[in-house]
């Protein structure tokens, strides 16, 4: 398992438990920080597993209700009652990760969290070699029967396959103070200005701020980035009456993240899968990165041990790894579609918002 995030974890995890042997190589380099939602579907996986996850290893805020504001004149609330799910919870993304490879080590993989791949080979029918960057830049091999990418949707060097161009939408990030008369368990979402906002509520009682717009938008910008990203927080109807009247934030406290969606052109080839963003990173405004990033790993895990359980010719088979590829475009298509209700709009937002 190439990656410890959230597919990689769920992956290898799935895979220890159904009885194979898994080393799971991460390194944080990539890691996104930050707060995120995990679905109320995700997290009835993960619960499904490991019941007391979200109050022992990875707790966060549950998110009760789902406040929007798009293209409608007045904020539309979708209670989390409605959802057949249950609530989500709003973590922190490190802490969740953290809990997730531990979920994997306790199931009996053999996690290394101190190395990073750097070379993938094929050696002969029978596997692969992969190369390894030691925290003291040593370099070390490992060789496996199946690789499995989780590597997120930064890295691409792998398996030399296709991606579509990076979105052009940058994700500008920071945890900020709130009043605390306002609704404490709750998701934001409003288009407001040049982009998208998103808000979740942190632990300690801040909320996390995202505002996602193109990144000729943010060149075009006059000032700093705090100046920037406080005009424009100013802007809006549903997150600035939520603010103190003074916002204290550093530049260096404002992180960038590429965000919208990202299809890669190969999800799978003979002997190896990709699962989570390594797959398809769908765009963060649709709060389904996480849940398709378990889907994935449930449905790769499935696809390496059809593959491993079949006679040797099968292992290396492409049927089954070409099955995945269509159930993985399936669930693209799926999730597209949900996107696009969710923006009010019929066309898929595969390539980014547009800014219309
Ligand atoms: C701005 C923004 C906000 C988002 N908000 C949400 C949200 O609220 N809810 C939600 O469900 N989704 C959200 N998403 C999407 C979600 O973050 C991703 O879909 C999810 O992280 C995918 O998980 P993953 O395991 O596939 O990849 P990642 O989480 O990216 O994990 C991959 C890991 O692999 C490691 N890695 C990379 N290369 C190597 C290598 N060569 N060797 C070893 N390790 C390596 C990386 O460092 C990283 O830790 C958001 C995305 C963005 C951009």
Redesign the pocket.
């Known amino acids: 398992m ?9 992956c290898a995890y799935l895979l220890a438990r159904a009885g194979v042997q898994v080393t799971l ?8 920080g ?6 109320g579907r ?1 997290r009835r996986q993960i619960e499904q597993h490991c019941p007391d996850f979200f109050q022992s290893a990875a707790p966060g805020v549950e998110i009760q209700e789902t406040i929007s504001l798009w293209s409608t004149p007045e904020p539309v609330v979708l209670s989390a009652m409605f959802n057949p799910w249950g609530p989500g919870i ?1 973590v922190e ?1 490190t802490l969740f ?1 953290h809990a997730l490879r531990d979920l994997a080590r306790t199931g009996g993989v053999d996690v290394r969290a101190d ?4 070379g993938i080979e094929r050696e002969d029918d029978a596997g692969w070699k992969l190369s ?1 960057r030691l925290e003291d830049d040593k370099i070390s091999s490992l060789r496996v029967e199946f690789v499995v990418l ?6 691409i ?2 398996f030399d396959r296709s991606a579509a161009p990076e979105s052009s939408t940058i ?1 500008l ?1 920071t945890s900020l103070p709130v009043r605390h008369d306002g609704p404490q368990q709750a998701l934001y979402i409003e288009k407001a200005g040049r982009g998208w906002w ?1 808000a ?1 509520p942190a632990q300690n009682g801040c909320c996390f701020a ?1 505002f ?1 717009l193109e990144r000729d938008e943010l060149k075009k910008r006059r000032g700093s980035l705090k100046e920037f990203y406080i005009e424009q927080l100013r802007g809006t109807k549903l997150l600035a009456p939520l603010l103190p009247r003074t916002i204290h934030i550093g530049d260096s406290h404002i992180s960038g ?4 969606a990202r299809p890669f052109g190969r999800t799978a080839g003979d002997g190896w899968i990709a ?5 398809y ?2 765009d ?10 378990l889907e ?2 449930g449905l790769g895990a499935g696809v390496v041990l059809e593959a491993m359980t079949s006679n040797r010719k099968a292992v290396n088979s492409n049927a089954a790894f070409a099955e995945y590829d269509a159930a993985m475009r399936a669930h693209v298509q799926e999730h597209d579609k949900a996107a696009a209700l969710h923006y009010g709009r019929q066309e898929s937002r595969s390539a980014g918002p547009s800014g219309d």
């Open positions: 190439v990656g410890g995030g959230p597919a990689g974890a769920w190589v991460h390194w944080s380099g990539y890691a996104p930050g707060i995120e939602l995990v679905s995700a709003a993304r990760d190395a990073k791949v750097v390894l989780a590597t997120g949707r930064a890295a060097s792998f994700a990030m998103y979740l995202g996602c993240r590429m965000a919208g699962v989570g963003d390594a797959a990173a769908p963060p405004l649709s709060g389904m990165g996480i849940e398709l990033a994935s790993a």
